[in-house]
């Protein structure tokens, strides 16, 4: 690898407790964020506050961001689309009830049509999305997040010690709370691919971790007379070029998805954006201080 900074010697650890006043903060947060989600008062998206999925079949091919436009001088807010290129459909879901859109579909298919008038289309179908379903939805994905984190202390623990996984379980818990609580701050909305987004983001995270660990078991063997806190500083200032040019290789193609992936992709590549920066600062101020907090003198230093 590129040696980006040569020779570091950054005193990682003994900002730790800076680290963690900040890091309570973003998780406080998350946690706030989380009681808002589960009793609906936050941006729900249509997935999890329910809503009405419209799917028109035109003659011709029609442009997504075309529809978006549309809809939206039309007066049609919190809404999503997704196309069909292939046989030329569009799927549109409204976060409102067949009753609360007036006469279901009309509204919609009325700007359609003044929109684009030489373009014929059908409603291929009408589908409501009922609070019941939206619930089984929020529910899942409270599951799968916590799965992933359940997983990755059972990963890490084997591959290293369980204090090893405590260490990274706690960071990658840190870095969802962090992204959902920072997605809830700035209004955007929650919903399924954002969930997704979280679920990358822990995957990432553990990553970057699971490098830095791995060079701390690595001096814990070959310096078993030096200090442990000095040992874990240097770990992690050895692979600071690289753990920076990953992160900077992740950021770079999420701010490219973020800029000119389109509308669909925008808060999945803002999430990854969130979570890169989030996910390399949790691999070094937050993992490794607590592996140092939880392993006492000298954390899985046997053989």
């Known amino acids: 690898?590129?040696?980006?900074?040569?020779?570091?010697?950054?005193?990682?650890?003994?900002?730790?407790?800076?680290?963690?006043?900040f890091s309570g903060i973003l998780s406080i947060i998350g946690i706030i964020a989380i009681v808002q989600i589960a009793t609906g008062r936050a941006n729900l998206g249509i997935d999890f506050a329910g809503g009405t999925a419209i799917q028109f079949k035109f003659e011709n091919p029609v442009a997504l961001h075309n529809v978006r436009l549309a809809l939206e001088?039309?007066?049609?807010?919190?809404?999503?689309?997704?196309?069909?290129?292939?046989?030329?459909k569009i799927l549109i879901r409204v976060k409102k009830s067949e009753q609360e859109l007036g006469k279901g579909s009309e509204t919609i298919t009325s700007i359609l049509s003044q929109k684009f008038p030489e373009n014929k289309y059908v409603v291929d179908s009408t589908t409501v999305i009922g609070p019941k379903v939206g619930g089984r939805l929020k529910a899942d994905a409270a599951k799968a997040v916590a799965f992933a984190v359940i997983g990755i202390l059972v990963y890490v623990a084997f591959r290293f010690q369980f204090k090893f996984g405590v260490g990274a379980t706690i960071a990658t818990f840190h870095d969802v709370l962090a992204v959902l609580g920072l997605f809830y701050i700035m209004g955007k909305e929650i919903n399924l691919?954002?969930?997704?987004?979280?679920?990358?983001?822990?995957?990432?995270?553990?990553?970057?971790?699971?490098?830095?660990?791995?060079?701390?078991?690595?001096?814990?063997?070959?310096?078993?007379?030096?200090?442990?806190?000095?040992?874990?500083?240097?770990?992690?200032n050895e692979v600071l070029s690289r753990t920076i040019i990953t992160s900077a290789t992740v950021l770079i193609t999420s701010i490219a998805l973020f800029f000119f992936g389109g509308e669909v992709l925008h808060d999945f590549s803002l999430a990854m954006i969130m979570g890169v920066i989030v996910g390399t600062y949790s691999s070094v101020f937050v993992a490794s201080p607590v592996v140092l907090i939880w392993g006492g003198k000298r954390p899985f230093a046997k053989k």
Do not use: C, H
Request: hydrophobic letters at 45%.
């Open 1 to 21: 690898m590129i040696e980006l900074i040569k020779n570091p010697n950054i005193d990682f650890l003994g900002k730790r407790y800076i680290a963690f006043v």
């Open 73 to 88: 001088s039309g007066g049609v807010k919190d809404f999503d689309l997704q196309d069909l290129p292939s046989v030329n």
């Open 193 to 236: 691919i954002l969930v997704t987004a979280l679920l990358t983001i822990a995957g990432y995270s553990l990553t970057d971790t699971v490098v830095v660990f791995d060079r701390i078991r690595e001096n814990l063997k070959l310096k078993q007379k030096e200090n442990i806190e000095t040992v874990m500083n240097s770990s992690v």
